[in-house]
């Protein structure tokens, strides 16, 4: 069977055949490779109605993750059901959560957004998008509305630091997911509003919105509910050439990141509830990682988290590698507790 460059398990394969080659390879030559002048004329030509002439990065540090543009393809127009009638979900398996402030709470599934990383949508009048960078594991919501203008996204098949960029559709912008900014085109400089939104097991999300909303599978064919990067969390970055995290935390051990703190997962799963920096942080068992066997809800634990203020309301947060977290937030501080 060919194997289709077009959804994400091509980068699975990707990711075999790079290792092949790195073992022979010194990293800093391929490094080198990737930063070549020709880099930014090929993007140039692939994006024509971008203007390179705004950026904040360097694009020797953009890579391709395998698909194309649009070869992982965004959802634009989400259908949802009723979370009572939803049947084909494990109980642990990971939903983005999202609850405006009025209507009905949304359910993401993770094996949704494993096969289209974005899903754009309208909720109580706001325009949000929902994001999922599996290599990262960075799911962040964020208000898709930037100086009045109501921004659709799409999957550029670009990545930076192993992280997805995302592109805009209104002006072919480049934007970092883990950060909400802008970094290449007219958009530069811009930064998406980040919502309060979490990630829990499906059966989390029906015990406490018994009379929420998930969206409905999409019309594609993709095999939803596997996961295509499997044993991935236990592996190593895909792409990645920066510096390990600090302390002897492993690159794919995951952190509680709020602003520019990290509170490491191992410490929070140990001590169960954490109240520090005027932040309350909880852990609580039975969700599956969806990074781990074929089956989304089947992997190993990694429990539920969330974070609150002093006044008991949900703050904006999400849990990535620690390697993404190093890498976009360098001066980052590491909550490691006594």
């Avoid at 509305?145 to 799409?154: E, I, K, M, N, P």
């Avoid at 997962?265 to 140990?270: D, E, G, P, V």
């Avoid at 990074?291 to 703050?315: F, H």
Wanted: net charge negative.
């Amino acid at each position: 069977m060919t194997e289709n460059p077009f959804c994400p398990i091509a980068r699975q394969g990707f990711l075999r055949r790079l290792l092949r080659v790195l073992a022979v390879a010194p990293v800093a030559l391929f490094v080198a490779v990737s930063m070549a002048p020709a880099q930014s004329e090929r993007f140039e030509r692939a994006w024509p109605d971008t203007d390179f002439s705004r950026r904040a990065v360097d694009l020797g540090e953009v890579m391709s993750g395998g698909p194309t543009r649009d070869g992982i393809p965004a959802i634009l127009d989400p259908s949802f059901i009723r979370a009572s009638d939803e049947t084909r979900l494990d109980d642990r398996e990971p939903v983005m959560t999202y609850v405006p402030d009025n209507g009905p709470a949304r359910a993401y599934p993770i094996r949704y957004l494993m096969w289209h990383e974005i899903v754009n949508d309208v909720v109580a009048g706001r325009t949000i998008v929902v994001t999922f960078c599996p290599l990262c594991n960075t799911g962040m919501v964020f208000d898709s509305q930037v100086d009045g203008r109501s921004l659709t996204f799409g999957v550029s098949g670009l990545l930076r630091h192993s992280d997805m960029i995302m592109y805009d559709h209104q002006s072919e912008s480049w934007w970092q997911q883990a950060l909400g900014e802008g970094i290449v085109g007219e958009m530069t400089g811009r930064t998406l509003t980040q919502l309060p939104a979490w990630m829990e097991s499906w059966a989390a999300f029906r015990t406490a919105h018994p009379h929420g909303l998930v969206m409905d599978e999409p019309d594609w064919r993709r095999a939803y509910g596997t996961n295509p990067y499997r044993s991935y969390d236990t592996t190593r970055p895909f792409l990645y050439s920066g510096e390990d995290p600090p302390h002897g935390i492993a690159p794919l051990e995951r952190v509680v990141r709020v602003g520019d703190r990290a509170w490491p997962l191992t410490r929070l799963r140990k001590e169960g509830r954490i109240t520090e920096a005027g932040l309350t942080l909880t852990w609580t068992e039975g969700q599956a990682s969806a990074l781990d066997t074929d089956a989304i809800g089947q992997g190993r634990e990694v429990g539920n988290v969330r974070v609150r203020d002093a006044q008991g309301r949900d703050v904006v947060h999400d849990i990535p590698f620690a390697f993404a977290f190093h890498a976009f937030h360098p001066e980052g501080r590491w909550m490691l507790g006594n």
